[in-house]
């Protein structure tokens, strides 16, 4: 794996930053909104400055997310992909009925280093239309 960049603390979520993909898990009982959105898109884009990454949600604790977010999702123009880790069977429920909603490569994996695997595949092509 890359070496750490950065790590950074946001009221809502821990994330790890790393050459081409952040990391984030999201606190529990946290509703993951638009505000909360907009916070992500802001760390993400300090860090990474226009390079494309992906990022990984490892969900360890529960919390709800409004589907509605990754209409704004599409605003972040170097977010190449969205990979949820999980081995709860809610959590994975969840990432299911979400990728319905994503405009852009979103995938769900229960193995982190699958997740891994597959940003570096995303990375190596073309940006979604």
Same mark, same amino acid.
């Given at each position: 794996?890359?070496? /750490?960049?950065?790590?950074?603390?946001?009221?809502?979520?821990?994330?790890? +930053?790393?050459?081409?993909?952040?990391?984030?898990?999201? @606190? !529990?009982?946290?509703?993951?909104? #638009?505000? %909360?959105? !907009?916070? /992500?898109? !802001?760390?993400?884009?300090?860090?990474?400055?226009?390079?494309?990454?992906?990022?990984?949600?490892?969900? +360890? %604790?529960?919390?709800?997310?409004?589907?509605?977010?990754?209409?704004?999702?599409?605003?972040?123009? %170097? /977010?190449?992909?969205?990979?949820?880790?999980?081995?709860?069977?809610?959590?994975?429920?969840?990432? &299911? &009925?979400? #990728?319905? &909603?994503?405009?852009?490569?979103? !995938?769900? +994996?229960?193995?982190?280093?699958?997740?891994?695997?597959?940003?570096?595949?995303? /990375?190596? @092509?073309?940006?979604?239309?």
């Amino acid at each position: 794996m890359d070496p /750490l960049i950065e790590t950074m603390e946001l009221n809502f979520t821990t994330l790890k +930053f790393y050459k081409d993909f952040v990391v984030s898990k999201i @606190k !529990e009982d946290v509703v993951l909104d #638009k505000n %909360n959105t !907009e916070a /992500l898109v !802001e760390a993400c884009s300090g860090i990474y400055q226009g390079e494309r990454f992906i990022y990984i949600s490892q969900r +360890f %604790n529960s919390y709800n997310v409004d589907p509605l977010i990754y209409v704004d999702l599409e605003k972040a123009t %170097n /977010l190449w992909g969205i990979a949820i880790v999980s081995t709860k069977a809610s959590a994975l429920k969840m990432a &299911f &009925f979400e #990728k319905n &909603f994503a405009k852009f490569p979103f !995938e769900i +994996f229960t193995e982190f280093e699958e997740s891994l695997t597959w940003a570096k595949e995303i /990375l190596r @092509k073309e940006k979604f239309s």
